[in-house]
């Protein structure tokens, strides 16, 4: 599905984000995926949500040209594992960037993290934002009680702090640990996951990734209900590829869905983007908007072909890893 | 997963449901998946449960043995597409055969569901129990709409009513359609969603299924949350060899962990025995107590030659469908 938005919208000779933005409201409706979700959004609500920002949607798109493109945030700084010394250097590097909001790994170890976090919070300051990220590592009681020894560190959100099918798990935890806001949906299976996840109040950030559900058909009713649970979409982006989809989708987001960036920051991973012909483009701590025909899902034949199991020369013995 | 615990309890010289009635409260704890389910099933929780019933495990084999099985319900009259006269001869057979619970399929035109029900009322009376299933087919507000309309003929539970990963939706379901009881469980993916079912008092009937859950580990952590909940399961049984696994389930739940038959009734659909080893045996609407090694889970070697794909003679050309 993926491939056929990148089909439709190299055809149509514009980026996807362009594509999008130039259908009528009842068109993005019509391509929208709304089974099982009428209890709380019909299409024609859906239509009429759409049809609100649709005046305005050649402002939000300048808007986004004069500002640099659409805010991101990297995760490169704090994965598990790193020295705190490399932490220190990548979150300084990831300040010189230009990024306002970092990300850290947690989970592993209370004190470990109370330690790695003082250090974020060393680097980065008060002013910037802090989110960390347990990876379903947590039960709920022990998300609650391990959050709350984190929380004098501020995090912006806690993503993922337990199972990603437990909406209720999410919605308790929430309760819990406000103001820190709990974010989740990188496994989020469905567009009746994120449904409930809206209904039960259990997140205070959607992170839709773009190749778990079904391409651009359910991720509009997923952008749909978060407009009207009013929930901000910050797509998840760790994985091959996923920062050159979520690019489009986030811009298509701010133009004609949300018309905000109040609270919208997507994710930006630095690695393996030299496999596609159209990589992103990351400038300041933006994704500069993508002018390349399609939905930039295109690999290079060479990474295709080294890469294709089991023949790909990557695979074979004396292939480095 | 399915084969180990077939092997485990073959090795034993045991049928699986003995394996596991012989093993202790702790012992059967070890062997659950108990992740994520800490916030209402904890350890030593599901350890209690086990214990009270264990003193009188015994009492409740020999019932089963004296009453002839543990009870089932078919499925085989109510497909959808049978004539009205098949429909009404097979629904005689059924009553013939000794069963008090039948289930047709509904859904498709409302106006044939009313006449449908009415036929099978006519048959089996209204003493014995009319089950309805949807198989996922309605949004909410419809599904309450179309249930409303079969009430009068006293639906023992509207199995499947809509997506079966919509927690919130089977609640608002079950609360608009009492005293309908709610049943769903087949497509159930893990421990998660029915530990969610349970919190949210969505279902009255857990309908588990033995190969779509982890096996035997993942689906202990859901009868001991079933118990705890005192919500009845019902095994999903319609699908080839699920008979010959769900018998197993059902008598350990019997004999160690619910203690009652009360609204428990397991699926039976009489289609493809013919290939297992042990197929299970139905005598008046029960499932005998299996006394072959194993979970019943072996198929003869003629069946996996014919049937596996691509090479065996079932694939070719020329085979009779």
Known sequence: MNALWDLAARRADKPLWRLLVEMTPEELVDAADLRYLSDVLTREQAIALLAEMEPTRGRRIADLESRGGYPCYTTSAGWLGYSDDKLRRLLHQAVDEGYRHVKLKVGADVEDDVRRLRIAREVIGWDAKLMIDANQVWD???????????????PHWIEEPTSPDDILGHAAIRKAVAPIGVATGEHGMNRVLFKQMFQAGAIDFCQLDAARLASVNEILSVYLMAKKFD???????????????????????????????????????????????????????????????????????????????????????????
Chains 1, 2 share one sequence.
Not at 141 to 154: D, G, K, S, T, V
Not at 252 to 277: I, M, P, W
Request: net charge negative; proline share 8%; glycine share 8%.
């Open 140 to 154: 709920v009681p022990q998300a609650i009680e391990w959050i709350r020894r984190l929380a004098e560190f501020q």
């Open 231 to 321: 929930v901000p979409v910050c797509p998840h982006a760790g994985g091959v590829g996923l920062c050159e989809l979520v690019q489009h989708l986030s811009i298509f987001d701010y133009v004609a869905v949300s018309g905000t960036l109040e609270n919208r920051v997507t994710e930006f991973v630095d690695h393996l983007h030299e496999h596609f012909t159209d990589p992103c483009i990351v400038k300041g701590g933006n994704y500069v908007l993508p002018s390349a025909p399609g939905y930039s899902a295109q690999m290079h034949e060479a990474s295709v072909a080294a890469y294709s199991y089991p023949s790909g020369s990557a695979w074979s013995a004396d292939s480095p890893s």
